[in-house]
């Protein structure tokens, strides 16, 4: 009796879990033949290694008949084409509104961007023009020797900048061209058979 009229001790409370957001990652899985890698900062190429993160300001170059892919944790993919070089110049940690740039300085890239994107953006940057994609399939391509950039929109929604502002808006199985430096976007046409094919 006297044990049962005792106060009752109170089970201690837990605090409710919390599930933390992992931030934003971008990470090398698929390789074929020479792949290197340059982080951020630093001068020298290395050959890179499959699951390796690339950091903002790194970046990823293919040699002749080289491939690799890229996977965004958010579900995004990159992949490169042989003889391609770009620099991841933005990418946001959160994955809500997300942002992320990459900067191509040779050579051709696919995009797949499978979340919706809401504030933030995806974009192919070059010298003389920015493609970007609101979902969810482009290809970029830029040739620094003759300063051409030609964008494809295989589906969704796509768009290509030119240096004067100007913009030419893609639906699907689109493309457009910036033809030189300063020059504005071609209007969008039908897909050329050989960009389709090389989807």
């Known amino acids: 009796l006297t044990g049962a009229c005792a106060p009752v001790a109170s089970e201690p409370t ?7 957001p992992q931030p934003r990652t971008a990470q090398f899985t698929e390789f074929q033949k020479v792949v290197e ?16 993160v690339l950091q903002v300001g790194g970046g990823a170059r293919t040699g002749q008949e080289a491939r690799a892919r890229l996977d965004i ?15 991841l110049s933005q990418f946001s940690a959160s994955s809500q509104d997300p942002v992320t740039e990459l900067a191509l300085d040779n050579g051709k890239l696919w995009v797949l961007v499978t979340k ?12 003389v023009g920015i493609a970007g994609v609101r979902g969810s399939l ?7 020797a003759a300063g051409t950039m030609t964008v494809t929109c295989l589906d969704g929604s796509c768009y290509l900048t030119g240096t004067n502002g100007i913009t030419t808006n ?4 689109e493309q457009a061209s910036i033809l030189g ?7 969008a046409q039908p897909m050329e058979a050989g960009e389709l094919a090389e989807w």
């Open 14 to 20: 837990l605090a409710p879990a919390t599930d933390t």
């Open 116 to 127: 919706l994107l809401g504030q933030g953006k995806f974009e192919i940057t070059t010298p």
């Open 73 to 87: 944790s958010d579900g995004s993919i990159v992949r490169l084409s042989a003889d391609a070089n770009f620099r």
């Open 138 to 144: 482009m290809s970029v391509a830029y040739d620094p």
């Open 37 to 52: 890698e340059q982080a951020a900062g630093d001068a020298a190429w290395r050959p890179a290694a499959l699951g390796n």
């Open 170 to 173: 893609l639906d699907p199985s």
């Open 181 to 187: 430096p300063g020059q504005d976007p071609t209007p």
